[in-house]
């Protein structure tokens, strides 16, 4: 039998549209109630240094008001660490981040950093935290964070996804699946759970879905665009579809 594939449904870009205006609408609590009911199995956001979309109090509703696992984003500080042991949400992925730019552009160098990010990692992890780190699905990343002891690793499927968007299943797509592909191996055969994300879309999610060792995709992005024409449910539920055909193929 094929393992449970789980779908983290990132709601920062309800939270974007919301700080346009300003005001309450729309709530991204409301989003994420909306998600869970949909078939989502957690909720990720991104507390960011310069709060540019989720916010403190975001967080602290997300904790308190939904039954789904919070998957709390954030950069390897003290502000953001003393802020993840103050919430203690059920998991806490470290990513790069830089005011300057529109999104995550690529995975935590956890190779070069392996002595900056082993506090932060043990703190978390002593806390009772699922920590993940956001990796490029390089060799050297995933072994370094096996040394550092984080459980996690959720490799960043933005190359690939840009390669589709230039030629739809031509041979860089192919390339870029194929990393993922071997990264993913290798970190079942270390001992990490594997997740993915970033940049995911209905044309791009079904191969990765089928990776055997991936065990969660975190989407956000195309899903919160995708419910201004069809709706949040709609959209969730559709990706949901998806990646269980996509798991069930496999097996086939």
């Keep these: 039998m094929t393992q449970n594939l789980r779908l983290g449904v990132n709601i920062d870009h309800v939270a974007t549209i919301r700080n346009a205006r300003g005001g309450l609408h729309p709530d991204p609590l409301r989003a994420a109630q909306l998600a869970a009911q949909a078939g989502a199995d957690g909720i990720t956001a991104h507390l960011r240094e310069d709060r540019r979309h989720i916010g403190d109090e975001d967080i602290e509703r997300l904790i308190h008001e939904i039954d789904l696992p919070l998957n709390l984003e954030m950069a390897a500080t003290q502000e953001m660490l003393a802020i993840a042991l103050r919430h203690r949400p059920h998991a806490a992925c470290l990513v790069p981040e830089r005011r300057e730019e529109r999104t995550t552009e690529g995975g935590l160098d956890v190779a070069a950093q392996e002595s900056v990010l082993q506090p932060t990692v043990a703190a978390l992890r002593d806390a009772g935290i699922r920590v ?11 072994e370094a964070a096996k040394r550092l002891e984080a459980p996690v690793v959720e490799l960043h499927t933005g190359a690939c996804c ?37 940049g995911l ?35 969730v539920q559709r990706m949901r579809a998806m990646m269980n055909e996509a798991r069930a193929a496999r097996t086939a």
């Design 201 to 235: 879309t209905f044309d791009t999610v079904q191969p990765v879905a089928a990776i055997r060792e991936v065990r969660e995709l975190n989407i956000g992005h195309f899903l919160i665009g995708e419910a201004i024409f069809s709706g949040l449910d709609s959209a």
């Design 162 to 198: 840009e390669a589709w968007l230039v030629s739809p299943g031509g041979a860089q797509w192919q390339m870029e699946l194929d990393r993922l592909r071997a990264a993913a191996a290798l970190a079942e055969e270390l001992g990490l759970e594997c997740h993915a994300g970033h």
């Design 132 to 142: 993940s780190l956001f990796i490029a699905p390089e060799r050297a990343q995933i």
